[in-house]
Nanobody, 122 residues
Framework: QVQLVESGGGLVQAGGSLTLSCTAS????????LGWYRQAPGMERELVAE???????WYRDSVKGRFTISGDNTRTTSYLQMNSLKPEDTAIYYC????????????????WGQGTQVTVSS
């Protein structure tokens, strides 16, 4: 059973930066990708970025050039560096573990974290 714990959310002004962290424990061999989803009020949950154990990554278009996902060599930690934040980035951000890139098939999703709130004020 993969367990994920996020940290690093908070309130920031537009144009500011935040870094989210995700730590995985248990069932490490079950996943090869750690990623970040977000869900804004009244909106569907959407995949923001993900990275696999080889360092290959994917970003949704709206965050390209502003967000950077990274992981450490233990495969158990993922970071999401968010720069030039916009009010539309306001959401609950969830760490996710996937068997392979979830952007290709969301049935590869194995586990979610509890989420961390990111609020960007204008």
């Amino acid at each position: 059973q993969v367990q994920l714990v996020e940290s690093g959310g908070g309130l920031v002004q537009a144009g500011g930066s935040l870094t989210l962290s995700c730590t995985a424990s248990g069932g490490i061999s079950e996943f090869t990708v750690l990623g970040w989803y977000r869900q804004a009020p009244g909106m569907e949950r959407e995949l923001v970025a993900e990275i696999n154990v080889s360092g290959s990554s994917w970003y949704r278009d709206s965050v390209k050039g502003r967000f950077t996902i990274s992981g450490d060599n233990t495969r158990t930690t993922s970071y999401l560096q968010m720069n030039s934040l916009k009010p539309e980035d306001t959401a609950i951000y969830y760490c996710a573990a996937c068997a392979a890139f979830c952007v290709l098939n969301d049935e590869r999703l194995i586990s979610w974290g509890q989420g961390t709130q990111v609020t960007v004020s204008s």
